[in-house]
């Protein structure tokens, strides 16, 4: 398996973690019944039950905002058989950057989570300049 998918494969298993924290850490906020959680979720607050259960449905949208560009190139890399060193750093870049933005958001660090943004970015924008040319 080439290397670019096997970074799509492991950023999947990143996304099902976020969905994972997410949902426990509405269980765990004591905001709301069970009921309240099994159910559906009208009267819950949009921004998030605790701080940290907005953050993390934050960070988890994020991730999908990113993984529509991701999915894409590193899917284009593999059916053009365009696979270099490059487009495997960009996916290397993507993915370490993305696994550290996750508990950075939750946490609240903020400038360390945007310079992990950031390294994923760059390395999307790797693999797209890489497939251009």
């Known amino acids: 398996m080439p290397i670019e998918l096997k970074y799509l494969l492991w950023s999947i298993a990143l996304f099902f973690i976020m ?3 997410q949902s426990l850490s509405s269980i765990f906020s004591g905001k709301a019944s069970v009921s309240e959680l099994v159910g559906h979720r009208d009267n819950l607050p949009k921004e998030g039950l605790t701080k940290l259960h907005g953050r993390t449905k934050r960070a988890q949208a994020n991730f999908i905002e990113s993984l529509v560009m991701f999915v894409p190139l590193v899917l284009i890399t593999i059916i053009t058989e365009s696979s270099t060193e490059i487009t495997a750093l960009g996916a290397a870049l993507f993915f370490w ?4 933005f996750a508990p950075c958001y939750w946490l609240g660090v903020s400038w360390l989570r945007t310079l992990a943004w950031f390294v994923s970015i760059i390395g999307m924008l790797m693999i797209f300049l890489e497939l251009i040319s």
Do not use: K, Q
Not at 97 to 100: C, I, Q
């Open 97 to 100: 950057g993305r696994l550290a």
């Open 19 to 21: 969905i994972l924290a």
